[in-house]
């Protein structure tokens, strides 16, 4: 069973930073592309970047590029996400999920307020 569980949100404020954690398990994690997503309030889920299975590979949306950098601990079974420059227009619910540019299955989200 695949579980995924994110931390690391919270509130900051613009131009500031954040470093979002997300734990995996239940399946072997090496074998697995990864993603976040996040869903801003009122709006559906948007893809924001993704990582192959080694980690030498990474893409992201236009909205975060540049300011965000995903990485993976594949001896820890973790997945990253660091963010900068931040903007209110980040605030979101932010998911990691498993594939490439995938949202589900996803975990359940750790909350990032932007805001002064």
């Known amino acids: 069973q695949v579980q995924l569980v994110e931390s690391g949100g919270g509130l900051v404020q613009p131009g500031g930073s954040l470093r979002l954690a997300c734990a995996a398990s239940g399946f072997t994690f090496n074998m697995y592309s990864m993603s976040w997503v996040r869903q801003a309030p009122g709006q559906g889920l948007e893809w924001i970047s993704s990582?192959?299975?080694?980690?030498?590979?990474?893409e992201y949306a236009d909205s975060v590029k540049g300011r965000f950098t995903i990485s993976r601990d594949n001896a820890k079974n973790m997945l990253y996400l660091q963010m900068n420059s931040l903007t209110p227009e980040d605030t979101a619910l932010y998911h990691c999920?498993?594939?490439?540019?995938?949202?589900?299955?996803r975990g359940p989200g750790t909350q990032v307020p932007v805001s002064s």
């Open positions: 990582i192959t299975i080694g980690g030498s590979s990474m």
């Open positions: 999920s498993q594939g490439l540019r995938s949202s589900t299955p």
